[in-house]
């Protein structure tokens, strides 16, 4: 899919994965991994713009006379130009991934994932005021510090700069000139919505989930470690891509296979109780959801590319009983929920405790992050149980039902 861009694109992603090694302690290579992105992300932006003239061009000379075949040629070649754009907006998604593993690296994936809630800043090339970021973020790298140019990612959308102090110690930084801010409407907009986010970061305070009526997010912190299966699923994938597939079970109710078919073999699902919960990793690879980029799950640099060539599917399969019963044993039913955006509704036995609903993006973790469902279950009832403490049910003036 991506051709002659692979080369690049494995020499950037062996960056990140060095400097992963030991990140308070690689800011060169960290800057090293940025400069390549911008140029990357430049070139690829203008192949988009390139390719947009094109069509634009095409069309105008379709409104002139011309044979049929000569008519027949022009609108193949519209379609040509779109499949063009669509493979570069899909090298912007992976390259702005890279980006995004640098920020997992540093900053909570809960923290990260309200920092994505608005509408991306678009192009960085010709974009007013890059220059003056871009000498900030060389800056605090001389200095001896370590930054994300908030640009270079598809999630960090407020604010321009992130410096990074330690992990999950970091500050975000507007770059605006006096000028910008007194004259601008917008600036002041994003310096008001940057505002409300600081204070959900920094103060703890509660903020509205965009898009989900009634609804408030509150920071908590992680009740335990979080339990992932990264490391097997990348032994399945080592195991299949020597063998020819391959399938695993991390977990009671779980199940990856790697291979070429999108169909489970036979054996794999014994044991379920229920229908599963089907996911292809393969569909998700350039679709926006603020979880772990793919680059940081897909362990080998090699891996990932032939992934996104489609080389070999990964499918993960879900049996949701071991979990219906865990709840059931913390005193909840686990039912369907009952409106959108929500994947289950938690009704508890306990007239007092509130009733909860998990989103249909935190259910898809379980595979997009690789979490272990039993972990799962266990923080998400962690939290609800926080959540109905008193003097938490007194500040957030609980409604009806609450993203967790």
């Known amino acids: 899919?991506?051709?002659?861009?692979?080369?690049?694109?494995?020499?950037?992603?062996?960056?990140?994965?060095?400097?992963?090694?030991?990140?308070?302690?690689?800011?060169?290579?960290?800057?090293?991994?940025?400069?390549?992105?911008?140029?990357?992300?430049?070139?690829?932006?203008?192949?988009?713009?390139?390719?947009?003239?094109?069509?634009?061009?095409?069309?105008?000379?379709?409104?002139?006379?011309?044979?049929?075949?000569?008519?027949?040629?022009?609108?193949?070649?519209?379609?040509?130009?779109?499949?063009?754009?669509?493979?570069?907006?899909?090298?912007?998604?992976?390259?702005?991934?890279?980006?995004?593993?640098?920020?997992?690296?540093?900053?909570?994936?809960?923290?990260?994932?309200?920092?994505?809630?608005?509408?991306?800043?678009?192009?960085?090339?010709?974009?007013?005021?890059?220059?003056?970021?871009?000498?900030?973020?060389?800056?605090?790298?001389?200095?001896?510090?370590?930054?994300?140019?908030?640009?270079?990612?598809?999630?960090l959308r407020y604010f321009d700069l992130t410096v990074i102090k330690d992990h999950d110690v970091w500050f975000p930084i507007e770059l605006k000139s006096s000028k910008s801010l007194a004259k601008n409407p917008r600036v002041q907009r994003q310096m008001e919505a940057g505002g409300t986010l600081l204070k959900y970061l920094l103060d703890d305070e509660p903020m509205a989930v965009p898009g989900m009526q009634d609804a408030q997010r509150i920071r908590l912190s992680q009740t335990s470690k979080t339990k992932h299966y990264i490391s097997q699923l990348n032994e399945y994938i080592a195991t299949a891509r020597s063998s020819g597939s391959h399938f695993g079970k991390p977990e009671k109710g779980l199940v990856y296979w790697v291979g070429s078919r999108f169909e489970p073999p036979e054996d794999a699902l014994k044991g379920f109780r229920s229908a599963p919960h089907l996911l292809s990793l393969n569909e998700h690879k350039f679709i926006e959801i603020a979880c772990l980029p793919l680059v940081k799950i897909f362990q080998r640099t090699e891996d990932y590319l032939s992934f996104l060539q489609g080389e070999f599917v990964v499918m993960m399969a879900l049996d949701t009983e071991p979990m219906k019963a865990y709840a059931l044993k913390r005193g909840y039913d686990m039912l369907p929920a009952d409106q959108p955006n929500f994947a289950f509704l938690f009704q508890p036995h306990i007239p007092d405790r509130p009733a909860f609903q998990i989103s249909v993006p935190m259910f898809l973790r379980i595979f997009l992050e690789c979490y272990s469902p039993k972990w799962f279950m266990k923080e998400n009832l962690d939290f609800a149980e926080q959540q109905a403490t008193p003097e938490n049910l007194e500040a957030l003036k609980f409604k009806s039902d609450h993203e967790i």
């Open 1 to 155: 899919m991506f051709g002659k861009y692979l080369a690049g694109l494995k020499k950037t992603i062996d960056l990140l994965h060095e400097a992963e090694k030991k990140p308070m302690e690689s800011g060169p290579l960290w800057l090293a991994m940025q400069e390549r992105l911008i140029v990357q992300l430049t070139d690829t932006e203008n192949r988009i713009r390139g390719a947009r003239a094109e069509i634009k061009r095409i069309k105008n000379e379709l409104t002139k006379k011309h044979p049929k075949l000569v008519a027949g040629q022009l609108k193949k070649g519209i379609k040509q130009q779109e499949v063009r754009i669509e493979t570069n907006e899909k090298l912007l998604f992976v390259y702005r991934s890279i980006g995004d593993a640098m920020a997992y690296t540093f900053i909570s994936r809960h923290d990260i994932k309200p920092m994505s809630e608005k509408q991306h800043a678009g192009f960085i090339s010709n974009k007013k005021g890059s220059r003056f970021e871009r000498r900030m973020l060389r800056y605090t790298f001389k200095a001896g510090g370590i930054a994300i140019l908030n640009d270079l990612t598809n999630y």
